[in-house]
Every structure is written in structure tokens, then in C-alpha cells.
């Protein structure tokens, strides 16, 4: 079965860096690609960033472009979140995201939960 699973998340002050990791298995990893989506206490889902297949194309929201960088390994099957000048809005769950052909989520991970705070 498909799995996702997230790590990197902790508590961390404002300025400062965390590095999101997503473990994956149960399908051929190098062949799809893989989103980030947050979720902020009490609202909605929010997109943060998308990557192809090999790595080269890359988009980012708004909120986050010039702050954050994803990437992916896929000998490692493991897709990258590195979360640079983190700000108090950046306090959220933060969900790997596996996409399908048309670049619809179809599969989630549990999240881990990223804290912004002085």
C-alpha cells in the first residue's frame, strides 16, 4: 500500500530553519509528482509547493516563495521541505502530498506539526 510519512517537524523561533522530510513507499516513487500542503490552526488546507518527477520543475505559493525550497531524492524515495526565515504564519501541520497524473492529491501522510515561536 501507498505510504507517506513525514518527519523534521518541532518547535522553532522565528528566523530560524527546519528541514521537513517524507518517506515513501509502495509505489514507484520517481514516477509522480509529490506536494506539500499545510494546514494553520483553525483553517482550511493551504498548497505550499509541488515538484515533477526528476526534480527540476518546481512552484511555490506566494507566501512562501524565496523562504522555501522542495526537492526530492529518489533513490531515497524521500521528498524535502527546507523551510528557511520561518515566520509565526508558518506555524502549521504540514502534509506530504502524493499527486497523481493530473496533479491531484491521492494520497496523504499524517502530517508533523511545525511551531513558529519566540
Known amino acids: 500500500e501507498v505510504q507517506l510519512v513525514e518527519s523534521g517537524g518541532g518547535l522553532v523561533q522565528p528566523g530560524g530553519s527546519l528541514r521537513l522530510s517524507c518517506a515513501a513507499s509502495?509505489?514507484?516513487?520517481?514516477?509522480?509528482?509529490m506536494s506539500w500542503v499545510r494546514q494553520a490552526p483553525g483553517k482550511g488546507l493551504e498548497w505550499v509547493s509541488a515538484i515533477n518527477t526528476g526534480g527540476g520543475g518546481t512552484n511555490y505559493a506566494d507566501s512562501v516563495k524565496g523562504r522555501f525550497t522542495i526537492s526530492r531524492d529518489n533513490a531515497k524515495n524521500t521528498l524535502y521541505l527546507q523551510m528557511n526565515s520561518l515566520k509565526p504564519e508558518d506555524t502549521a501541520v504540514y502534509y506530504c502530498?502524493?499527486?497523481?497524473?493530473?496533479?491531484?492529491?491521492?494520497?496523504w501522510g499524517q502530517g508533523t506539526q511545525v511551531t513558529v515561536s519566540s
Open positions: 502530498a502524493k499527486t497523481n497524473t493530473g496533479w491531484v492529491y491521492d494520497y
Open positions: 509502495g509505489f514507484p516513487f520517481s514516477s509522480y509528482g
